[in-house]
């Protein structure tokens, strides 16, 4: 533990400035949706750092010299055909998935280097299932504070307030003592949510977290989601919802075949796309 | 048939029970420990520790219990060049011998956990030892304990062979009463009746331990089409 706390108060490669994260946490109230802050523009050094990234599953090209930017206070939407490489350039961001080449860097780690260890870097990161993954044999409650009390050693009582902060946000307080199995797939999905902010992350990575649900239920966690936007947290979702794209996205990215075919503002994206392929994918869905 | 020679020689028989119930908690216990360390073992990326855990797996699993208490009782004194007592040899041998099978009873258990548990507790910032301990070990128990009671049981019998490197347990004791009263029906109907009990309770409780345990986590399960319902 005691390498992973010296790694974590550490000096950001790009600006020799110690790094200090627990400044730049974004607070855990409850944002009321007119009275959420202005977006941050685009300031300072990009929180997710891609350049020339490439990956192979065996000998299939997933990632194809994939240069990206995000910035903190993004939102940035990454859409495209299934098999596109979408939800694999989200999970090599925490690195649930390794780059063969190229170089990523993460809230100043980079990522890309094998010997960096990626652990405290997840804890910076909150990441939303397709499947939700909450754990089947925990409450909701302890589903929530089970990370910082194991990897920020918060207080069992902190981490109780806290999760129960988490709750009311979601919309669902009265599910704390449930089991997931008692829940539907949308307060499942919301639960997981609260989890990843639990942690109080810089940075929130959805992988199509609506794609399992209900159409009942999309709305209930696309609310939750729209609602984090305007706090200003860093989001990267990999989605096909094209509605929450066009309202919430400050980018969209467009994958096919393991490249990063067009990207751009939704106007741009969802108005006047360039690229043929994408065209061709807009006329699909839309 | 006559009751009469069980109730003269319980108290004899008790003795040999109470042997046959430290060799069994004893070997089970160490066995348990084990077996989890070499399950994880065979699961490990690194060859150089799965390799060697699934050799010692295969090893034991190919090869008779009673080879096995004769080898390390026979040929352990010979490499280590003093005897040992039969007692700590067949705990030794039981193990062993078990280890190998609740090892894979581990693996198998490990690996029905779906990943996305383990890449949900790995982004939260867990590390990899915190994830097996409060992710994914608490939910293979519960899956375990069906077949991990039941090579309880299969212990719990075949401590009996133990008798041959002669430790004083039930089997042992009920043999010398045979010796000594040529009651054969009425001393081995008791004995089998007392391995039985044993045996069936353990089965009972492992079937409330699963119910417990699985409490909230899966109530769907009581939905779940039976004969019975249909």
């Not at chain 1, 300031?43 to 240069?67: A, C, M, T, Y």
């Not at chain 1, 919802?241 to 066009?246: K, L």
């Not at chain 1, 796309?273 to 807009?282: D, G, N, Q, S, Y």
């Not at chain 2, 062993?96 to 548990?117: C, D, L, N, W």
Request: charged share 20%.
């Amino acid at each position: 533990m005691t390498s992973h706390q010296q790694s974590y108060i550490s000096v950001c490669p790009h600006c020799r400035q110690p790094i200090t994260p627990s400044d730049e946490r974004p607070s855990l109230e409850v944002v009321q949706a007119d009275s959420a802050p202005a977006k941050p523009q685009r300031n300072g050094e990009p929180i997710i750092s891609f350049r020339q990234v490439n990956k192979w599953f065996g000998k299939l090209h997933v990632l194809k010299d994939i240069n990206e930017d995000i910035y903190p206070g993004e939102v940035v939407v990454i859409i495209g055909p299934s098999g596109s490489g979408k939800s694999t350039m989200l999970r090599c961001i925490n690195r649930l998935e390794t780059i063969q080449s190229g170089r990523l860097v993460v809230d100043g780690y980079e990522i890309s280097n094998p010997k960096v260890n990626i652990t405290p870097v997840r804890a910076e990161i909150g990441m939303v299932f397709q499947h939700f993954h909450l754990y089947p044999h925990k409450t909701v409650l302890e589903n929530i504070m089970l990370a910082p009390m194991k990897v920020r050693k918060i207080p069992q009582t902190e981490a109780k307030s806290i999760a129960l902060e988490l709750l009311k946000k979601v919309g669902i307080p009265e599910k704390a003592e449930a089991y997931p199995a008692q829940l539907s797939g949308g307060q499942q999905q919301r639960v997981a949510i609260a989890r990843g902010l639990a942690m109080r992350p810089k940075i929130m990575l959805f992988d199509e977290p609506t794609s399992a649900l209900d159409p009942e239920m999309i709305k209930e966690v696309l609310d939750v989601m729209k609602a984090l936007a305007r706090e200003g947290m860093t989001m990267v979702v990999v989605t096909h919802e094209m509605g929450f794209a066009r309202e919430v996205a400050d980018r969209v990215l467009f994958m096919d075949g393991g490249s990063i075919i067009e990207r751009g503002t939704p106007e741009h994206f969802f108005v006047n796309p360039v690229e043929e392929r994408t065209k061709a994918f807009l006329r699909q869905i839309l | 048939m006559s009751i009469d020679v069980i109730t003269r020689n319980i108290p004899y028989l008790y003795e040999g029970f109470k042997v046959t119930l430290q060799l069994a908690a004893i070997s089970i216990t160490l066995s348990f420990v084990f077996g989890t360390i070499f399950g994880m073992a065979r699961l490990s990326k690194y060859r150089i520790i799965s390799i060697p855990a699934t050799i010692y797996i295969e090893i034991v699993r190919g090869t008779p219990l009673i080879m096995v208490i004769f080898w390390i009782f026979f040929l352990i004194p010979v490499l280590i060049g003093h005897p040992i007592q039969p007692f700590p040899s067949a705990v030794a041998a039981f193990t062993v011998f078990t280890s190998a099978y609740i090892a894979e009873i581990v693996r198998s258990g490990i690996k029905s956990i779906p990943v996305g548990q383990v890449e949900a507790a790995l982004s939260s910032g867990l590390t990899y030892w915190q994830t097996m301990r409060y992710i994914v070990l608490p939910q293979a128990l519960t899956k375990m304990i069906p077949p991990l009671v039941g090579q309880f049981i299969s212990l719990f019998k075949d401590t009996s062979l133990a008798y041959i490197i002669g430790v004083m347990e039930l089997t042992r004791r009920a043999t010398i009463v045979n010796n000594r009263e040529y009651k054969s029906f009425e001393i081995f109907t008791f004995v089998a009746l007392v391995y039985f009990v044993v045996c069936f309770t353990m089965s009972k409780y492992a079937r409330y331990l699963e119910k417990k345990r699985r409490v909230g986590e899966d109530h769907r399960t009581e939905e779940k089409y039976t004969p019975a319902n249909a």
